[in-house]
């Protein structure tokens, strides 16, 4: 057999750069060093479709605890029921034999009685933080879940993360127990004999970017908050390196509270998705963020536990004008929406909501002066009809360095009494008033987009459409009227001269 001819190792990671998973393990097979290499590219991502990987892949890592040192991303996407109002359709629990149960619990530094109950009880979300207890070198972690409920032992494992003082105390207190080792409940030695384990508090030094993506905050599939859920993910805020920030913190259902004696400042953080914050929590979240270039926020009434009480619902401006104002010398996007399918069962009974009032200006972008992207509700510009200071112009509300502006109409269907008196032919006349004078307003404007996802119309009127044109921006309007009893959903798009159904399109401005 003639000998294979030596090739530099840039040539082979560029090779097995270029291959698909399927082609990786038979290259492993051609030569030693090109194993070695493949093997880098086979582990870099973990993968999962449910739960059924997981067992298998900390068997693995067990196994071969270098292996651990080569996966850098980790995406994993939670199975569950079908999704429905009353049931937010947790994941099912995962079935472990006793004996693998015994082994993934002495595998893992530092796990503490509460991460070991809920591994011996299935719990999806106990799992997923053992996977990533064991990972220190981890980049990404993307996790989508039907339900929050079933991550609440990764919120856990987030806040000793960055409490170690907590956790060595749990460790102590669990050292000094004289019960025999038994599974339930299990009674294990502080740090378990694991050579090459990582120690999970000197780990995540390399994360940048955690994404949790839950049903939650999905239109089509309307929140009920549950009644056991107690996690929040303000543990990552903690975290030395990360960059980027997707996960419900939620603090419509509990108090901000940093579980730790010191606030983070956490100068690292660049963005942040953080769907519903109350405005009470904004502040103390931006002031942990001084460096913050892009903020998403879900907006929601006072939220849920005073849904129904019939309480007056009030818009807090001046505490997200003040929140606002902690970044604003560092935020260039800024994005505002409101998931209004989420309240789609008080639908019928609109005699529930109060009227809507606010408290402060509606100029609270003004001083955002280095913003450049901004999404917002009309309401949040204009006013909510009813409260004293609504707008009918854009003159003065809009900070002048901005170049992308998104008008929404989102609340329309949350809030009726509150739009009472708001016509689409008035925001028409604020638009026209806009396109008018924009130079003025925002000089540096480069686009304009319209969205409409409630508003009962398929036209923009033609002086609207050439006063685009002259101003020279990039103008599209999107309707998107979503059919409830149908389960559909059908997009409307103007076009200059036509319209269009489905497909999103630019007006040739």
């Known amino acids: 057999m003639p000998r294979q001819p030596k090739l530099p190792a840039e040539i082979l990671h560029m090779i097995c750069a270029a291959s698909d998973y399927a082609t990786l393990p038979r290259l492993s097979l051609v030569s030693r060093a090109l194993h070695t290499i493949v093997e880098e590219y086979l582990w870099a991502e973990f993968k999962c479709e449910g739960t059924s ?34 049931n937010p359709a947790r994941c099912p629990p995962i079935k472990v034999p006793e004996s693998a149960v015994r082994m993934l619990v002495t595998a893992t530094p530092a796990i503490d009685s509460q991460w070991a109950s809920l591994i011996i009880a299935g719990d999806p979300g106990a799992f997923i933080a053992l996977v990533i207890s064991l ?33 060595a105390a749990q460790l102590a207190a669990r050292s000094q127990e004289d019960s025999p080792q038994t599974l339930s409940p299990p009674v294990l030695s502080p740090w378990p004999t694991w050579a090459a384990g990582p120690d999970p ?172 992207t901004l999404q917002v509700p009309f309401v949040f510009l204009l006013g909510f009809f009813g409260d004293r200071g609504r707008r009918l112009s854009l003159d003065g509300l809009l900070p002048s360095e901005l170049e992308h502006l998104t008008i929404n109409d989102c609340l329309i269907n949350i809030f009726y009494p509150a739009y009472r008196g708001w016509h689409y032919e008035d925001f028409i006349e604020i638009l026209r008033s806009y396109l008018s004078n924009w130079a003025s307003i925002t000089p540096r404007l480069r686009s304009l ?61």
């Open 135 to 167: 990972l220190p070198n981890l980049i990404t972690i993307r996790i989508h879940t039907r339900s929050m409920d079933d991550l609440d032992m990764l919120c856990h494992h987030f806040h000793l993360t960055c409490n170690s003082e907590h956790h």
């Open 449 to 509: 987009r319209l969205r409409f996802n409630f508003q009962d119309t398929s036209w923009v009127p033609q002086s609207i459409l050439d006063l685009a044109t002259d101003a020279g921006i990039d103008f599209q309007v999107e309707y998107r009227r979503d059919i409830v009893m149908e389960k559909k959903t059908i997009s409307y798009m103007a076009s200059k001269y036509e319209y269009h159904e489905g497909q999103s399109r630019n007006f040739n401005v």
């Open 201 to 372: 508090f000197s780990a995540y030094q390399h994360l940048r970017e955690v994404h949790i993506i839950s049903n939650d905050r999905i239109p089509e599939v309307p929140f009920k908050g549950s009644p056991t859920h107690k996690g929040n993910f303000l543990g990552l805020f903690y975290l030395p390196s990360l960059e980027h920030i997707t996960a419900p913190i939620d603090t419509g259902r509990w108090e901000l509270d940093w579980e730790h004696p010191n606030p983070p400042k956490a100068v690292h953080i660049k963005s942040l998705d953080l769907t519903v914050v109350s405005e009470e929590s904004l502040r103390p979240i931006l002031d942990a963020t001084p460096s913050l270039e892009k903020l998403v926020r879900d907006w929601g009434p006072k939220f849920y536990d005073n849904f129904d009480s019939g309480q007056r619902k009030i818009l807090w401006l001046i505490q997200v004008r003040e929140g606002l104002l902690k970044v604003s010398h560092t935020l260039k996007h800024l994005e505002i929406t409101a998931s209004s399918q989420r309240w789609a069962p008080h639908f019928e009974e609109p005699e529930k909501f109060a009227w809507i009032a606010h408290d402060g200006d509606y100029a609270i972008f003004k001083a955002l002066n280095n913003l450049e």
């Open 53 to 86: 990987s997981l067992i298998p892949f900390i068997r693995s890592i067990r196994g071969r605890p270098e292996l651990s040192l080569l996966v850098k991303h980790v995406n994993i996407r939670l199975s569950g029921n079908a999704p429905s109002y009353e």
